[in-house]
């Protein structure tokens, strides 16, 4: 089941480029050797060392990722650098991974390009684990759960924002950033389930519009980091109004 990734002909470059833009991420990567370095022992520890700097970063400073800390610490799930991150090398062109049976987050140190990239990821992977914490999601056999973890993680992540800006900028398309979420949801899906695109796209168009419409933690889409730190604010403030009454 989540072989699908691993087992596909990796392509020429640019199609490699292509294919990590969209599948950002994999739910349940089926992981290499218990993270055995692949090269040398030197390259793999700064490897390890470039990834667990640029992930303190994230943890420290990136306005998406402090509100989902907050989010999953206040539903009792309290995040822990060592315990719920492990970066690795994976196979393929996948950027990161949430392993439900561990509550771990695998960030791939030999695909995060740059300090963007990893907030990125930490972003679109937490938003995996806050809906794993908050509700009984059944991630294997239900693919409807899948598929609306993955329209959250595509719609609130920013994932999508970026080129929304540009098309709206270019083309001025509103539904752009609709289709993309929808796009990038059904080729995460693919990623990791070995079911045809027909059935990925049903299952993402059976629970879109519910699922696009649920912003939380963040009470709105997050297009920029501005707007995230404003969703922080109001979760903050949210979160003491209740713990006051
Ligand atoms: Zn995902």
């Given amino acids: 089941m989540a072989g699908a990734a691993e087992e596909r002909e990796p392509g020429p470059a640019v199609g490699e480029q292509l294919q990590e833009q969209h599948v950002a991420c994999q739910v349940f990567p089926e992981r290499l050797a218990e993270g055995k370095p692949l090269r040398g022992f030197i390259s793999s520890l700064s490897k390890d060392q470039k990834c667990q700097l640029m992930l303190q970063k994230t943890l420290e400073t990136n306005p998406y990722v402090r509100l989902l800390l907050d989010a999953m610490k206040h539903s009792g799930c309290a995040v822990n650098k060592e315990r719920h991150f492990s970066c690795e090398d994976c196979s393929g062109n996948v950027s990161g991974g949430f392993d439900s049976s561990s509550s771990?987050?695998?960030?791939?140190?030999?695909?995060?390009?740059?300090?963007?990239?990893?907030?990125?990821?930490?972003?679109?992977?937490?938003?995996?684990?806050?809906?794993?914490?908050?509700?009984?999601?059944?991630?294997?056999?239900?693919?409807?759960?899948?598929?609306c973890s993955e329209i959250r993680a595509a719609n609130l992540s920013g994932d999508c924002s970026l080129i929304n800006e540009i098309f709206r900028l270019h083309f001025g398309l509103k539904q752009h950033h609709q289709t993309c979420v929808r796009d990038r949801a059904i080729l995460s899906i693919l990623a990791v389930r070995n079911i045809s695109r027909e059935v990925a796209q049903k299952a993402v168009d059976e629970v879109f519009e519910s699922c696009f419409n649920d912003h939380e933690p963040f009470g709105r889409i997050p297009h920029s980091k501005t707007d995230a730190r404003y969703a922080h604010r109001d979760f903050q403030n949210r979160d003491r109004y209740y713990s006051n009454i």
């Fill in 104 to 147: 771990q987050i695998v960030l791939c140190q030999n695909n995060i390009r740059n300090q963007a990239h990893m907030n990125r990821v930490v972003t679109h992977e937490l938003i995996h684990a806050f809906d794993h914490c908050r509700a009984h999601v059944d991630w294997f056999t239900n693919v409807r759960h899948l598929a």
